[in-house]
């Protein structure tokens, strides 16, 4: 058996490199136009350079993503586009649209081609068709089993490589390919807008009492009728690898830096636990499944990959997720002022938190202190973002995470 690759989400340069770090063989990422995570960061040309670099440094590839369903105004400008990313060198494009893979092809035939789960990619023949235009991988279809994965690994060529979603958020469409979003609010989710209406609280409304809302129940449980579970198949990595799958995807470019360590980190030792052996991976199962709730999830579904998904599924009476720990930000430098952040939620003086290392430790500390840009000691940093210097009593690693644990809260998307 080869070991199937991780590839790990990355919404900035930032997380990027946690991304790296915490345990990725591979990162997508995608640019300023193109991709269907308009509202994510996403990176500039100097920072897809930057990125790039960086991985390939710590022997990890980049696959840029470029997947949007594409109107006849959009062609000009992707070509414009492959164009300048040739130059950075990414290791693939993730494209769905036939038009953009044929530009793909013809701008930078060097660059591998995967495509898209946007491209429903249900049957053989689909991986065989595109593998015959020059595809090196196809991504396939969230809707389907491990059985018909295996079954279609069975009827490619070796050298065409599988690729499947095994962690995240999940779409009420099919394969993503969404029209709520567009016929709601004119925010097309096949070109990078949506604004995730499968979230949303619905009634019904009878055609000839137009203004009169009524509730919809499923057993008296709410009216999230749309509200899936995120997918986790912490639990199931053997049964991943005897399907066949090449690459083990992890979903969330819009996430922070918090989630991408902790998913990554998980799966890492996971997968190569399992490696050494069967034995060690159970034995480490609760060690997994304790750290996978380390960042925010809406409970956990292994969606369609044992059969059809019921009704135990989907949330039916929130649209809230669970939250377990809270983001504080990522070691720096050292200096002599201490070890520089960038805060992202406030803490202060004498608490507790928590430093998460890429080695899979959690290590308990005390805010010993903290000081501004100016060197001035300071109780507590309430401003996101603000730059600050931290003694937490003990070395710490340049990209260590800080988290602080809460208790039973509950955030809303």
């Not at 066949?244 to 997968?271: N, P, Q």
Request: with cysteine; proline share 4%; glycine share 6%.
């Amino acid at each position: 058996m080869n070991k199937p690759e991780l590839l790990v989400p990355a919404s900035s340069l930032e997380v990027l490199k946690i991304a790296v770090i915490f345990g990725a063989d591979a990162v997508y990422i995608g640019g300023e136009a193109f991709g269907l995570r308009a509202k994510a960061k996403n990176f500039s040309m100097e920072d897809m350079r930057e990125g790039i670099d960086f991985a390939h440094a710590h022997y990890v590839k980049v696959y840029v993503t470029a997947n949007i369903l594409a109107h006849n105004g959009d062609l000009d400008g992707v070509r414009h586009y492959f164009t300048e990313l040739k130059e950075l060198k990414p290791d693939a494009l993730i494209i769905s649209d036939p038009g953009i893979f044929a530009i793909a092809r013809e701008i930078c035939p060097e660059l591998d081609v995967h495509i898209s789960t946007q491209a429903n990619n249900t049957n053989y023949g689909t991986y065989q068709f595109w593998h015959k235009l020059g595809a090196k991988r196809v991504v396939s279809a969230r809707e389907l089993s491990l059985q018909e994965i295996a079954q279609i690994r069975e009827h490619i060529p070796q050298d065409l490589e599988i690729e499947t979603f095994i962690h995240g958020a999940m779409c009420i469409s099919y394969s993503g390919r969404c029209l709520l979003s567009n016929y709601f609010t004119g925010r097309d989710a096949n070109r990078g807008a949506c604004t995730h209406p499968c979230r949303w609280k619905y009634a019904v409304v009878e055609e000839t009492r137009p203004g009169e809302y009524m509730p919809v129940y499923e057993n008296e449980r709410g009216t999230y009728i749309f509200n899936s579970k995120d997918l986790c198949m912490i639990e199931h990595i053997p049964e991943l690898i005897e399907a066949g799958i090449d690459s083990f995807k992890i979903e969330g470019r819009m996430k922070t830096a918090l989630y991408v360590a902790t998913v990554a980190r998980t799966y890492r030792k996971a997968i190569d636990d399992y490696f050494i052996s069967r034995e060690q991976y159970e034995n480490n199962m609760p060690w997994y499944l304790e750290q996978i709730v380390g960042c925010t999830y809406r409970q956990f579904t292994t969606g369609f990959f044992f059969g059809k998904p019921d009704e135990h599924t989907q949330i039916y009476d929130n649209n809230t997720y669970v939250k377990e720990y809270t983001y504080l930000g990522i070691v720096g430098e050292k200096t002599d002022k201490g070890y520089r952040i960038e805060q992202r939620n406030k803490f202060s003086v004498g608490e507790q938190i928590e430093v998460m290392k890429p080695s899979g430790e959690n290590v308990p500390v005390i805010v010993k202190s903290i000081r501004d840009e100016e060197g001035n000691e300071i109780e507590s940093a309430p401003h996101p973002k603000q730059v600050l210097y931290i003694n937490l009593g003990q070395p710490l690693a340049k990209y260590d995470i800080l988290r602080r644990q809460e208790k039973e809260e509950q955030a809303d998307e």
